[in-house]
């Protein structure tokens, strides 16, 4: 007899649930001899649950995917840091850049995400030390948070780094606008961005339909709305495959496919 397919979890519950896929993700990698990059606190964090989800759920070009997004934005944080050394990561989720990568001791970290997501991974966390100067700030990013990155000391008249990994596509459109507004405004000129995006097409694919809310298909067009020029490149692409993400999609013109964007941009004066 078939087994029912189980019910997809609401929303509120998978979303949170998606950092602890990435850390699995980011666990199976560091396992590899040839991985991309080694992350020794991702098996921790991750659980059971969600090396079951990995298994049964994603395709190895998913896994890929992660593997290459997390080397890519490693890149671009460690090279940006050396011209900015605050540094903001948004939906931080199970992150752990703060503790596995070698920053100089300037360099001020602040990870945002949801209160219970942070009290989470500051538990399984506690016998470690960041190798910067680590805040960890708890908010809601739907609604006002400016004020709680300013009372920790962000300065918004030097340059900093901002990094959006695996968030818009789980925000609405207008979500996404408000969101780069306010990051536009806390941003001085000579400052980075990273992210990455889905297109319209994307947010139909399993197994995260239902979850994706938005798409944009020019990310160019929607970061020069904000004062950001931008370089936005596909998985496959030379400079983001690594030798692991192999399916060189065709050029963005071809319409019609599903895509998915590694943006890094730069705020103009």
Known sequence: MTQPVPAKPDPDKFVPFTARLMAAMRAKETE????????????????KEAFT??????????????????????????TQSEKANQIV??????????????????????????????????AILQNARPKSQHYAISADLTQPWSHLLLEQGYQPTLP???????LLMYLTEP????????????ATADSYLGLDLVNIRSIEYEPYKGY????????????????????VIQPGDEGAHFGRYTDKLPPRDVLDLERVFLVKAHKKA
């Open 175 to 186: 979500q996404v606008h408000q969101l780069l507004q306010t990051i536009s405004q806390l």
């Open 212 to 231: 994706f809310r938005s798409g944009f298909d020019e990310p160019e067009e929607l970061l020069a709305e904000y004062g950001w020029k931008a370089e």
């Open 53 to 78: 989800f990995v298994e049964q759920q994603l395709k190895e070009q998913d896994r890929a995917y992660i593997a290459v997004r997390t080397h890519f934005f490693d890149d671009f944080l460690l």
């Open 32 to 47: 590899r001899t040839d991985r991309l990059f080694n992350d020794p606190f991702a098996h921790c964090l991750a659980g």
């Open 89 to 122: 990561i948004l939906a931080s989720g199970m992150d752990t850049r703060a503790y596995r990568l070698t920053w100089s001791s300037e360099t001020k970290i602040y990870e945002l995400d949801q209160p219970q997501v942070l009290e989470t991974k500051t």
């Open 160 to 166: 900093s780094v901002w990094l959006l990994e695996g």
